[in-house]
């Protein structure tokens, strides 16, 4: 907390420098303790000038997500209200689970540097090395019956796929059921978690994680040929910050529009985005392979599959692959 407050007090000062004297004074602590923050703060990618008579003043801050930095450029009205930042945790969705249970608001955020459990879709993993990606989750709390629960995701696969082509102006595709694709290959990934009663929604924990400035060799082997980030698409190193300030933006965006059109424009908009209509897929659900060709899906987000002999099934989780033959 402190560094935060010298920040802010830095930041307010930032065409002058402040005194160590009159900073010691705000917030109450010894010259000493602001100058031992002072170097933490440069460790951590603070540029700070110091000037034996003047103090010091922020020359230039590291794209750093924690609340000093992200909260002056959101534009957002609700969503990251409240920003619970981590260097480190096992996943955010875990923590903001726990925060939602304890009764966090709709909007508040958890945001990590990194995650050593970073949790992927059906068990899986979600490789979340620190200072290059975004992991975050959005605590929500929409007011809907849990079978429409899984719009929610797909809402916000449509708006992750939208910052990421206002940002980039690259066009991402999603892949059935939020996956989001470049050239084929996955840069961005959501899993949501619900915690519900048979017939109310208490809240869901939106998680997400955009591979923005991963280079490939830092990917492992098994997924080296399957994922990408925003830097390999665009030969440029990304801002988190200024990704996170559109990724809230679109957020906040296409949630309005869920709650007050409905289902339909959510769909649609996926729909525009997927273009998974009419092709050939293979899908593995719940250790079954089902091989079709994909209808549509469903008003609570299922695939449905017309199979060889012309049977609909509905997939209700599970990864597909595209281009199957029949
Ligand atoms: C997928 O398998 O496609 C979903 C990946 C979701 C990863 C994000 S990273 C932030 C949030 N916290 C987690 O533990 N997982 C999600």
Do not use: C
């Amino acid at each position: 907390m402190i560094n935060e407050e010298i920040l802010r007090l830095l930041r307010d000062h930032s065409s002058d420098f402040l005194s160590g004297e009159e900073i010691s004074r705000r917030l109450n602590v010894s010259r000493t303790a602001v100058w031992k923050r002072i170097q933490g703060l440069r460790t951590l990618g603070y540029e700070i000038e110091a000037s034996t008579r003047s103090g010091y003043r922020l020359i230039r801050s590291p794209d750093l997500l924690t609340p000093s930095e992200i909260k002056p450029i959101l534009e957002t009205k609700w969503i990251g209200s409240e920003i619970h930042y981590f260097p480190t945790l096992d996943s955010t969705n875990s923590k903001a689970y726990e925060l939602a249970l304890d009764g966090a608001e709709e909007g508040e955020v958890v945001i990590a540097e990194s995650q050593e459990k970073g949790k992927g879709r059906l068990g899986r993993k979600w490789f979340s090395p620190q200072f290059l990606n975004l992991y975050l989750s959005v605590v929500l709390r929409p007011k809907i019956p849990p079978h429409q629960a899984s719009l929610v995701t797909l809402m916000a696969a449509v708006a992750t796929a939208d910052a990421i082509r206002n940002f980039s102006g690259l066009v991402p595709l999603i892949k059935w059921p939020n996956d989001v694709l470049l050239r084929d290959r996955k840069v961005a990934g959501l899993l949501n978690e619900i915690h519900s009663e048979v017939d109310r929604i208490h809240f869901v924990i939106l998680g997400i994680g955009i591979n923005l400035n991963m280079d490939e060799k830092m990917f492992s082997k098994e997924i080296r040929n399957v994922a990408t980030s925003l830097k390999i698409e665009t030969g440029q190193a990304v801002s988190r910050k200024d990704f996170l300030q559109s990724l809230f933006l679109e957020l906040e965006r296409w949630y309005a529009m869920f709650s007050e059109e409905g289902s339909a424009a959510i769909l649609n908009a996926w729909r525009d985005r997927a273009h998974i209509r009419g092709k050939q897929v293979k899908v593995t659900s719940f250790g079954e392979t089902l091989v079709g060709r994909a209808i549509d899906v469903d008003s609570d987000g299922a695939l449905i599959l017309e199979t060889k002999d012309g049977t609909r099934k509905r997939v209700v989780a599970g990864d597909v692959q595209y281009g199957m033959k029949t």
